[in-house]
């Protein structure tokens, strides 16, 4: 039974830098494909990144050289480095795992303003 926590988000001016974490409930965290979501007021939630369990990434074109996804299967955490923020960054972000597609947390705001 999944439960995913995330935190880290709060403001930031554009250029700047925020670390998110999320907290996974998983025994076998290591076992499960990791993703971050996004979604912005008004819009559709996007896929952001994702992390397979061998490590591999993927990157949406919008956050492509700027963000980046990591894990620490010890700690069961999932975490996304935010560096160089754009406006258009402003979303809540969410953490997922496929095997559970249904589930979704609380998400962490992310404001990035100046």
């Known amino acids: 039974q999944v439960q995913l926590v995330e935190s880290g988000g709060g403001l930031a001016q554009p250029g700047g830098s925020l670390r998110l974490s999320c907290a996974a409930s998983m025994r076998i965290f290591s076992a499960y494909t990791m993703d971050w979501y996004r979604q912005a007021p008004g819009k559709q939630r996007e896929l952001v990144a994702t992390i397979t369990t061998s490590g591999s990434t993927n990157y949406a074109d919008s956050i492509k050289g700027r963000f980046t996804i990591s894990r620490d299967n010890v700690k069961n955490t999932l975490y996304l480095q935010m560096n160089s923020l754009k406006p258009e960054d402003t979303a809540v972000y969410y953490c997922?795992?496929?095997?559970?597609?249904?589930?979704w947390g609380q998400g962490t705001q992310v404001t990035v303003s100046s």
């Open positions: 997922h795992t496929r095997v559970f597609r249904d589930y």
